[in-house]
């Protein structure tokens, strides 16, 4: 039977994610958890993972990509997000032979979605490939660099375009309840995991010359909307928020109730721009900041 969260909770019960139960999840020696008392402190896993450190966890997990993204020159990223269940087309393509050759309609409806969506995972790879090729005949200092969550689907496709240019590109990956790790697209030396979703947004913002936001879930919508609300108060400075698929946002959001109830400017609609080719996506980068 499915698991499923419990209808009622008691009201002392806490809610945050327990590191220590993510660090089991994910062993790495587990020997290191073992108490002891003679170990200095901060060379003391077990002390570390503790509900009373949590603060200091939140200062190392700021500050580890943080020095080894500078270190290597990592200044200005374009960040992309969408959608981890698009596959690429060859693998839209499989399951779809798969899925005739069972002959089972609720698979084929699937694999049919599969392939739809799959052009967004090509287009992805297009965009990265476009801000790569660019980038390769910078200096050090005017170069791009494309940053995802590091996962699979459109976050593949992105670091998956600008890998095959040679380009270096960061995945800022975070663990989950189920298993995710780095797409194999992701730079060894710029692929990060974090525990808190709060410190990771906070690195997508710090070196984003541009956020591209491919259709997704909840996710996507979370770091959307994060990036515009930032915009909007002023609490970062502006960059250009591209919307790919206007087809998808646009059945998605209904902005202009929003402008309608007054709840938003209109100026406000400015703050994002819908495109539909990674020629399209590229160029409202390049006007915006002269390229």
Known sequence: MEHTQPLTQHVTEHKLADALADLLHHPVEETVLHPNAYRLA???????????????????????????????????TIVVFGS???PSPETADAAMRAALACADPAD???AQRHLRNARY??????FARLVAAYS?????????????????????AANRGAHELGAPTVGLNIALPHEQSANPYVTPALSFKFHYFA????????RAKALVAFPGGFG???ELFEVITLVQTRKARPVPIVLFGSDYWKRLLNIDVMVEEGVISPEDLKLFHYVDTPEAAWDVIRHFYAL
Not at 121 to 126: C, T, V
């Open 42 to 76: 901060f060379a003391d896993p077990e002390f570390l993972l503790r509900r009373d450190t949590r603060g200091i966890r939140i200062q190392l997990e700021m500050l580890k990509p943080e020095i080894d993204q500078s270190e290597q020159g990592i200044d200005n």
């Open 84 to 86: 981890a269940r698009f």
């Open 108 to 110: 084929i409806q699937l």
């Open 121 to 126: 995972y090509d287009q992805a790879r297009l």
């Open 136 to 156: 390769n005949d910078q200096t050090h200092s005017a170069k791009l660099y494309i940053c995802t969550g590091g996962g699979p689907g459109i976050m593949e």
């Open 199 to 206: 410190i990771r947004k906070m690195h997508f913002m710090m």
């Open 220 to 222: 996507t919508l979370d």
